[in-house]
Nanobody, 124 residues
Framework: EVQLVESGGGLVQAGGSLRLSCAASGFTFDDYAIGWFRQAPGKEREGVSCIRSSDGSTYYTDPVKGRFTISRDNAKNTVYLQMSSLKPEDTAVYYC?????????????????WGQGTQVTVSS
């Protein structure tokens, strides 16, 4: 059974930090890029960051550049999203997803598997 399980969300004050984890199982992790997406109430899901397995290439959406860092540990089948200098507008449910192949993309429709999400709330 394919599973992606997010953890690490919570309530934090503006300017604070959180580290999200995405633990994968049930598929060949090394064959997949992993992306982080988020969805705020009343808004569409948006791509945040993604990382390719083969060479660790990463991509970030502009609003999080310089504040978020994505990384992966293929030995642990886990991807991390270190979030710093958090802002109230970062409040959302954060999802990780897996994309088979050598591509990296923040197009959610390309992704094959999704987790259930973890809530991140940033207070002002």
């Amino acid at each position: 059974e394919v599973q992606l399980v997010e953890s690490g969300g919570g309530l934090v004050q503006a300017g604070g930090s959180l580290r999200l984890s995405c633990a994968a199982s049930g598929f060949t992790f090394d064959d997949y890029a992993i992306g982080w997406f988020r969805q705020a109430p009343g808004k569409e899901r948006e791509g945040v960051s993604c990382i390719r397995s083969s060479d660790g290439s990463t991509y970030y959406t502009d609003p999080v550049k310089g504040r978020f860092t994505i990384s992966r540990d293929n030995a642990k089948n886990t991807v991390y999203l270190q979030m710093s200098s958090l802002k109230p507008e970062d409040t959302a449910v954060y999802y990780c997803a897996a994309l088979m192949g050598r591509f990296i993309s923040l197009r959610s429709s390309w992704y094959d598997y999704w987790g259930q999400g973890t809530q991140v709330t940033v207070s002002s």
